[in-house]
């Protein structure tokens, strides 16, 4: 018998990365909202690498808290080494990336959930999405209650149906043994919602003392640190790092690898789920590459107060005694105890052409969903469609305007359109080169670029807006100010422009000019720049980046505004495709599937071609004139 | 794109005797003013809407005088696409129209599609709508046989290069991405010096494949013209003396035999494929009369035949027996060796080929060449001789360098950086533009192939 246990607002499925950050957005914008967990000991827990953010990641996890998100304060509190990689290349692709302390960061946003208002957990497998007609009702639980709810975001991460292999063992549970959710598939099924089934891995843990690291290389934290979220300083949370270490595999690894081979369920056929080009096994990398001598090992400490290192570089699904011969083979890792044996994890994700970029099912109204559920791949993917999910389905309980970020001006709307415009046949993982505005998609700049609208929606503080208009003020100031300056050939300059190997000057020059020299920058010229005033560590970078790089970002923004010009052609939502003669049968097909919003996510779509949206155009045109009023 | 300014050559090909390119969409103002030079002090930004200004079309690369020409500007939206519209009109013949449109090109503006111009005059509410089902239908079916076409010249030599500049630079791209996607994996630094000297090796082929294109489009729109006449009538020299007068654009076609020499030449605009036969006459001659009879095949293809008789003697048999196999095709009789009495006899000539000039010249001393190019640009210009290949073959050639000719830009534009001092992700920038710009030849885009690329170059993940 199912009771009715209460009523919700907005109902979210999963406390991984995806949930938390829905469940605190939905309930940031007022609404009663309740949080589901198959453990309460398992919220925002990272079953996989020790780290958030990286390349294209740290920028993801930046938009995340300039969008009013948890996971950069998160991880601001329970770091143990941070890094701002690829400092050598540009500012577009200067990415932070922390190694966390895995259990401080579950206990620290299980401390924030427990004490936001508004928010209520609760530990239950939801086994049934409750709707009617093709709207939400609320969801069923494994206990026999039901929630009703205006909204629900399911965000079930890798537990559904999942299955744990390595070796000849499977075992059918979630990550890290924890107990999978063998039910919902079915009612999903039951509401007609597609699935794929993936597969993803993961590697040993080892314990510290057994490991020799005089053997290793050392990768040390940066000196300086920078905060992911935009609200703190990184006077607030500087502390001491933890180190990393480095080994390599080898040709007696190798030899292991291949002589076991046979053993693998992978080679074996036994796993089905497609896994991830970008994210492979030892085994993989090993058959692949055959040629490559040695492939780097990572050993990452798991947290401060724990002896387990991960083994970054090392996914695998063989047999605990290969793994543990292979691990043995390692410079300093002779010794080597494993803790816990890596395994390939398979699970069953929607296919995410079903969604509208709100992460709303175009089928069900009030059905949103996120994260690794989705077909992506990654903590900080997954909590950047929680988010927006979340507060998708809070906008929508209150009736107001959706919160969409697109291509131009997030990694969220990167993410967010690849998977709902072209669909992925593997776990979906950020890459910088995905996006193809990159410039001007900076990990400096996400909250210039982002939180006006997170304002907007409700989702950031009125304060926090006006500090930003003021950082914003300012920057612009600043920059009309070094163009107006000019400075002249005079001793002190030519001599300090010989000092940095300037070129001298023939004549005046606007202080603007001199800073776009790559040999000079910012605090180079204090000493000819007299009137400057004391500005902040964060203005400077913008004024120096968006000065020095003006010909590309110029560049950029004039392929956005017609990028832009494209996402505004809006394709009504029933318009029927087939009766259209001339498209292409492929393009009517795939139109038909995605049912793009707009000519831009039309042409966006593999297998639309440019002479199939010039159909398209005339069509619309001809619809618009004849004044046919499509029906609703 | 929807609103980017397009050009395209708006006559028929063949036989007008002015041609048009237009220009339509926001920037076709200033774009054309790059390479119009007017004749009085007003620039064309500050021309009225529909008003036309005289001038001269300037590469301004070299800063040559291409045509004189007249401009026409007409303001949006009371025009063919309701866009800013302006149309060069050139008459100086296919050649320089082409090279007008490839100037506008150069300024940035994009090769029109086919229907295009209609397109977003049906857009822009300028077309009836009865004609929307029409346009829609056109659309597809003229990219698909444009496409089509490209697919049969991409099988050839011209495939296998663009497929190679793509492998060069998404390898390239594809180290730059991995280095940036993944910085701590062991990948190779990209050194300065090797990736400069791949590219200008790079950019050097392309530049190479362009000129061909050149040399490619005048073979295959040429006019087939066939000198034909007795043996030692002066064949030789005429043709010699056809080159001299256009050495700059002469190309020598390899693989051509001793017995039919073909070159092409461009007379006042006029591409013309010459075919310099052997001589024809009856003989025993084994071998010449292989030579012979590829010339009466010569003959037969022609579009245009020059017929050739030695003015100082008498006409024979001979020169009658050649009457018989061209009467049927467009013939100007050129009447050698003006500088020696003339014993031929024009009477006879006109007899035998009733309706076809008859031309004196003295091909050695180069006199009487002048009025022979007149008359070929008259019968040019009058529909009388065209060339028989496909237009649309012709189109695709001009996108094809097009896009060679931008991708080259981009490559410009990734040294420029690299010299700079600029950080590798801004290389990649214009590398995957100029990946883009061959892509567009074959229908490939950057985003599909370079994912796979990154992962079969390189060993990453964790």
Known sequence: MQYLEGNYDVVVVGAGHAGCEAALASARLGLETLVFAISLDSIAMMPCNPNIGGTSKGHLVREIDALGGEMGKNIDKTYIQTRMLNKGKGPAVHSLRAQADKYRYSLEMRKVMENTPHLRLRQAEVTEIVQQDGKVLGVGTASGAFYGAKAVVVATGTYLKAKCIFGDVSVESGPNGLQAAKHLTGSLLGAGIELFRFKTGTPARVDRRSVDFTRMEEQRGDEKVVPFSFLNRPE????????????????????????????????????????????????????????KERHQVFLEPEGEDTNELYVQGMSSSLPEDVQIAMLRTLPGMEQVQIMRNGYAIEYDCINPLQLKHTLEFKEISGLFSAGQFNGSSGYEEAAAQGLVAGANAGLKVLGRPPLLVDRSEGYVGVLIDDLVTKGTNEPYRMMTSRAEYRLLLRQDNADIRLTPKAYEAGLVSKERYAGLQRKMEQIGAEIRRLRKTMVGPSDQVQELLAAHGSTPLRSGISLEELLKRPELDYGKLAPIDGERAPLGEDVVEQVEIQVKFSGYIDRQQNQVAQYRKLEKRLLPEDLEYEKIKSLRIEAVQKLEKIRPVSIGQASRISGVSPADISVLLVYLEQHKRTGEVWKK | MLYDTIAAISTAMAPAGIGIVRVSGEDSIPLVSGIFRPKGKKPLSAAGSHTLQYGHVVDPMSGRIIDEVLVSVMKGPNSFTAENVVEINSHGGILVLRKVLELVLGQGARLAEPGEFTKRAFLNGRIELSQAEAIMDVINAKTERALQLSVRQLEGRLGEKTARFKDILLSLIAHIEASIDYPEYDIEELAVETVMDRLEALKGDMQALVETFDQGRMLKEGINTAIVGKPNVGKSSLLNALLQEQRAIVTEIPGTTRDTLEEVVNIQGIPLRLVDTAGIRDTEDHVERIGIERSLGALQKADLVLFMVDGSRPLEEGDRAIVERIKDKKVIVLLNKMDLEVKASQKELRELLTDHPVVPVSAKNREGIGLLEHHIKEMFFHGEIENTEEQEVLLSNVRHKNAVVQAVGSLDHVMEAIRAGMPEDCWSIDLKNAYERIGEITGESIKEDLMGQIFSQFCLGK
Do not use: M
């Not at chain 1, 607030?236 to 040709?251: G, H, K, V």
């Open chain 1, 236 to 291: 607030d949370i500087r502390r001491e790092q933890i180190s990393c270490w480095l080994t390599y595999t080898n040709a007696q690894t190798h030899r292991v690898i291949r002589e076991n081979l046979d053993r693998s369920p992978l080679y074996s056929g036994v796993i089905e789920g497609t896994g991830p080009r970008y994210c492979p096994s030892i085994e993989d990398k090993v058959v692949r590459f055959h040629d």
